[in-house]
């Protein structure tokens, strides 16, 4: 955890509770048939919900926030493939968490202060969220 002094000079109204934000993303397949068709959802859940209540599909705490794009790149060259593929992913990404990032500094009276905490995904995605190659 972040020392005290730092959270102290985020501003942090008393009763405000630290959100930890959890996200994932999981490519899939959409149909057996044609292994070309993919979707990439990407899920946002909160940290303060206990993981045995988290875990349940019943509890519908883990919401949809959108889609991210699934592209063969096939106009680039091979080597600048994977290049061009961060880009688009960081920035969709990063239009998906903007209304996440504005709550926070548009200067509302927040009670939540929501945090990234966590980005659950497999190796190639991780790979790709840290902008690393992958071996």
């Keep these: 955890m972040i020392l005290l002094s730092w959270w102290w000079n985020k501003n942090i109204l008393e009763g405000g509770v630290v959100t930890p934000v959890i996200l994932s993303s999981d490519k899939m397949n ?22 045995d209540v988290r875990q349940q599909v ?17 106009c680039f060259h091979k080597k600048s493939q994977l290049l061009a593929g961060y880009h688009p992913f960081h920035h969709v990404m990063s239009l998906l968490l903007h209304p996440l990032v504005d709550a ?23 790979c790709l969220v840290a902008c690393n190659k992958e071996s």
């Excluded at 990234?116 to 995605?125: G, R, S, V």
Aim: hydrophobic fraction near 40%; proline fraction near 6%.
């Design 30 to 51: 959409l149909s057996q048939f044609s292994r070309d068709k993919k979707a990439w959802p990407a899920h946002l859940t909160i940290g303060n919900i206990s993981k």
């Design 58 to 74: 019943s509890a519908h705490v883990t919401l949809l926030i959108g889609y991210l794009p699934v592209s063969k790149l096939e």
């Design 104 to 126: 926070g500094c548009q200067g509302r009276e927040m009670i939540f202060h929501p945090t990234l905490a966590m980005y659950i995904a497999d190796f190639p995605e991780q």
